[in-house]
Every structure is written in C-alpha cells, then in structure tokens.
C-alpha cells in the first residue's frame, strides 16, 4: 500500500460494509417499493409514483392515529418529568438511601413483559373504583410506567455530573432559598440531559406497540396500531407508513444526538 | 481577643458510630484555625454542622454571640468553600461573585463594585466574563473564594480547598489564602488533611481524631510537644519507642512515661566512638539499614537494639559519608525524649 497512513485494515472495511448491506438492504427495498408502481420483472421499478405517499396522507386516519400518537406521548413525557424531576432531585440529593430501593423499582418494567402487564392492568383497572380499562388514562398510565427508567436514570445522571449537592449547599450558603438555589443554579445545569432523556422516553413510547394494543387497540388507534392495521391491505402503503415513520424517528435521533453532544461539549470544555 | 465563635459539646452520631463526640472549641475573631486529621476523623463533618448543611444531634453553635444553631444555612452569615469549587456551570465568573449579593437584594451598581474589587483581589479582573469551565482549578478555587467573601460572611469555611490542585499552585495559592485572611481580618476555618499545610497557614491547629480534638495548639507547639503517640505519629514521621525499647536504647531514662517520642532531626549520627560525650546526651550504636535523599534532607533507616527508628540529616555536604550497612553511633539529648500521654488521655 502507498498510502502513507494506514488507518483500516481491508478485513474489518469488509466487513462493515457487509454488515452494512445487510442492515440498509430491506430499509433500500422498503423505501423504493414505496415509491414504485410497476415493479415485477424488473431489478428497479419500471415506473415511479408518489400516490402511496398521497394517499397516506389524505386518509384521516393515518392523520389522526399520528396526531393520537403525538400527543399521547407528549403528556405522558410531560407528566413523568412533572413527576420524576422533583422526585429523582429529592431522593438523589436529600434521600441518597432510597436509592437503591429507587434502582430496583426502576427496573420493574423490564423484568415484566408487555403482555402479562396488558392483562394485569386490564384486569386491574376493568372495574371498581379506578374503571378506565380502554380509555387514554390507563394508557398513560402505562406510558408512565414504561419510560420510569429512561426519566429516573438521565435525572439521576444530570445531578450527579454537575454535582447538585454542593452546588445546592453553595448557593443556600450565599443566601438563596431552596426553590430558588434548584431554579437558579441546578436546573439550568441539568436541563440539557434531561431534555435528551425526555427525547428518549418520547421515542420509546412512540414506537411502541404491544402494551398499546392489548390496552387501547380497540379505542383509541396510535401510529403503531394503524400502521399494524394496514399492514395486509397494501405492501405499497405500508412500505410508505414504514419510511414515514422512520424519517420522524431519524429525525428525532439527530435532534437527540445534538443535544447528547451539547451537554458533553459543555462539560468538557 | 475575646471569643467570636464557640462550638460547646457538639455532638453527631451516624448510626452506631460517634462522628463527633463532645466537640469543643473557640475561636477568636481574624483568627485562622485548622481542623487536621485523617479521613473520616470527623472534621469535615464538623464543618457542615458548623455551616448548617448537616444536622448536630446536641450542642450549640454561638456566634458573635447568638446561637446560630437552630438556624438554616443562608441565614447563617457564614461563607464556605468546597474542594470541589462548587461554582455555578451555567454562571460567568462575575456573575458567580454577585450571586450572594443578588440573592440578599443588593442593586446592580453596588454589586458591580463589590464584584469587581473582589475581581482585583484574587487577580481574576481579566476571567470576569469567562465561565468557570473555562479556568484552571487554581483559578476555579480563587473564584470561589471572591464569591463567598463578596458577602462579608462572618465566618469562611475552607474545606479541603486546595486538595484538588497540582503541588506547585497549591502552594502558591495557600500563601494566597493566607494573605487574603489577613486583608480582611477573616475568621477562618480550614480543614485539611495535610500537617504542612496545617502547619505554615494557621494560627492554631486542632488536630482531630474518631470524632474528638485530641490535642489543639499554635503549630509550634503541637509539632515540638505531640501529646499522644496519635499526636506525633500524624505531625511528623516522630519514632514512638516504647518504654522497653526507650531502656534497651539507651541503658536508663530519667522520667518514666508510658513511651516516647523522638524527632527523626533529633537524633545525631555519630561514626568516631572516641568523641566527647556531652552530659545529658544518651548513644546507643545501630546499622544503617537504608538511606533516601529528600532534598535539603537525607533520611536514614537506623537499626539499633531490635529498635528500628528514622533519623534525618541536613544534607549539607558536611554529613558523615555512610553506607548502607555501616555501622554508626546514635546521640540523643535526653530533653529530645518527648513524654507520650496514654491514647485518649
């Protein structure tokens, strides 16, 4: 080889790229079936058209379970930071002994799979005082429960990297209130992670499916469901939900990782 | 000098353990007393109770003579610095300084004043709108200092402030330190870990240890005159000898005491057995086991009587050309021969 630096060796790029393929190819096939008409006998569709795409978007319902989807998870994000942020600087700060118990709870959701949990709830919450089995409540209630992990473990993180307690002890030194020392002096310092943790939950909650459909299926129809639903009638309009969906989700990440970048930037300068 | 602040029996238990057990000490104004001790000897804590940030479990707390003790932090007139600096991320070096003032009400023109004549004392006037990640520790901690004299605390609590530095700014920002206490006559609480710099910065030394002050003093006194074998084998690397290795060194011993100690530049290294003996002096003969260079120093690893014991010489070109293996004669006045009080009398 001439090239003076060697940085990989042919091996590994190999691999990757294969790895690579392997991993683009159905996404490739996925997004150009969305925009094929006639696609049989050929390598490459013989003609292009944006119809799926077209009548994706014109059919209210695809409209309304992205709308349902949307705002489902923005208030369960929203009320778990309502929540989590209060309690996670509580306990992380004041109560560092609960935090253990605080680890096992937090690890609840994934020790019990989303069915068992549907079925549990359903049955929990069908009757008695609290009936509100199939309604967006026990939803977001669920929704809550799922991102406890993400919302407990990034607050968790923040406080601790900018060092809340004695941060906290100063400002109370110099004269500042409790409320006001967390305004002023934490929660600015904070807020980047907990923002990207917030972004997390959101993505998590919109993509999932499962617990969504045991519980609310029948009422109240996400993009997860719908895209579910409309999966058999046709490849050509799944494929376009598909690429729809993975362009938000993409486009998400990116805002994720450029605020992930913030905070460390922040730190290490 | 009068009394400015008095802790009177402070007492904190974690658990089943004493972390500080009958806490008592006085401290007059534009006085600066360290709390010296090993980890987990209670100081630090003794600190936050002193600041408020932990809770006491008995004892009072009087300042300028009130008790602050009932008293939440901010209402304490007490300033404090941290080992880790603690300074706000997301606030500029001068906005740091002014957030004491801000949060008491003070105007903008009037907290510019102070900002910037604190700038001027720690020689930070240039860093002013620079954000703390942006300075070095040395730089960090000067800031540290600006914010929590900006209010004219009462009393400055420094914990552990220059742990966290390099040697050489340590040193050089511990001069500082001490230069910006006398400025402002500031009553001054440093805790630390490290004798030397208990030693050059204080006024008095209280040495701590599971939760007492076990021996306080000028550093003089508690460097020449450790108390307990606590005392002296913390202060300096002091030989502790037994009273059966003390008669088997050196024949008799005028005063009998529990054990003894010896200062390792004490000790003088003798290799002639015909040279004029001095009265009063004790010799006893030893191999040198081995030998390291300090610096301004050569210290010695003697062997002598079953004893093993540390002996320091100036290294001025003047001393005794020794090997490793030599044998050498030990003198000792017996005014050298510190009395050691039982442990925890």
């Known amino acids: 080889m001439d090239a003076p630096i060697k940085r990989t060796g042919a091996a590994p790029r190999a691999l990757m790229l294969l790895l690579m393929i392997y991993l683009l190819l159905p996404l490739m096939a996925t997004c150009i079936y969305a925009f094929a008409r006639d696609w049989q006998t050929t390598v490459l569709p013989e003609r292009w058209t944006l119809e799926w795409f077209g009548g994706m978007f014109k059919d209210l319902r695809f409209m309304e379970s992205l709308w349902n989807s949307l705002y489902l998870c923005l208030i369960a994000v929203a009320f778990s930071l309502l929540v989590m942020l209060p309690a996670v600087f509580v306990i992380t700060v004041y109560m560092p002994r609960l935090e253990s118990l605080m680890k096992g709870l937090v690890v609840l959701p994934y020790a019990v799979p989303g069915v068992v949990a549907a079925v549990g709830l359903i049955r929990a919450y069908s009757s008695g005082p609290l009936n509100i089995a199939g309604t967006a409540y026990i939803l977001l209630g669920a929704y809550f429960v799922i991102v406890l992990p993400y919302m407990y473990q990034g607050i968790r993180n923040s406080l601790l990297t900018v060092s809340a307690g004695p941060l906290l002890a100063a400002a109370e030194l110099l004269g500042a209130g409790r409320m006001r020392a967390f305004a002023s002096v934490v929660l600015p310092n904070i807020w980047p992670g907990v923002l990207v943790s917030a972004l997390l939950s959101f993505s998590v909650l919109f993509g999932e499916f499962a617990l969504t459909n045991m519980l609310v299926g029948g009422q109240i129809q996400t993009i997860q469901v719908y895209l579910y639903h409309r999966m058999g009638e046709s490849g050509h309009l799944a494929s376009a939900i598909a690429i729809t969906y993975f362009v938000f989700i993409l486009l998400l990440s990116a805002l994720l990782m450029k605020l992930g970048q913030k905070v460390n930037g922040g730190l290490k300068r | ?345």
């Open chain 2, 1 to 345: 000098m009068s009394v400015y602040l008095e802790l009177q029996h402070i007492r904190k238990r974690f658990g089943a353990a004493n972390v500080l057990d009958d806490v008592n000490l006085q401290i007059r104004e534009g006085e600066l007393v360290t709390l010296l001790g090993p980890s987990g000897c209670g100081k630090s804590t003794l600190l936050r109770c002193i600041a408020g940030l932990a809770d006491m479990d008995g004892g009072s707390i009087l300042l300028d003579g009130k008790d602050i003790a009932a008293l939440p932090p901010r209402n304490r007139e007490i300033g404090m610095v941290f080992q880790s600096y603690a300074l706000f991320p997301n606030l500029t070096v001068r906005e740091n300084i002014e957030y004491g003032l801000k949060m008491r009400g003070i105007d903008k023109t009037a907290r510019r004043r102070r900002s910037e004549e604190l700038l001027a004392v720690v020689e930070l006037t240039e860093k002013r709108d620079a954000y703390p990640q942006q300075l070095s520790g040395g730089q960090q901690q000067r800031v540290a200092l600006a914010r929590s004299l900006a209010v004219r605390p009462k009393v400055l609590l420094l914990d552990e402030p220059l742990s966290a530095l390099d040697a050489q700014i340590r040193k050089n920002l511990r001069a500082e330190i001490r230069a910006i206490q006398r400025q402002f006559n500031m009553t001054t609480i440093f805790v630390t870990h490290d004798q030397e710099e208990a030693l050059t910065l204080s006024d008095r030394v209280c040495l701590m240890n599971k939760g007492r002050i076990v021996q306080e003093g000028s550093p003089e006194a508690i460097y020449t005159r450790p108390r307990t074998e606590f005392v002296a084998r913390f202060m300096g690397s002091y030989n502790v000898l037994s009273r059966q290795d003390a008669l088997r060194l050196f024949g008799r011993v005028e005063r009998a005491a529990e054990s003894y100690a010896v200062r390792p530049e004490s000790v003088v290294l003798l290799n002639g057995r015909n040279e004029p003996l001095e009265p009063g002096r004790r010799v006893a003969e030893g191999i040198i086991r081995s030998m390291s260079i300090l610096g301004n120093v050569i210290r010695y690893d003697v062997e002598a009587a079953d004893v093993r014991l540390t002996i320091d010489a100036l290294n001025d070109g003047r001393s005794l050309p020794l090997a490793e293996g030599s044998p050498v004669l030990l003198a000792l006045d017996e005014a050298q021969l510190l009395h050691l009080d039982r442990e925890g009398a």
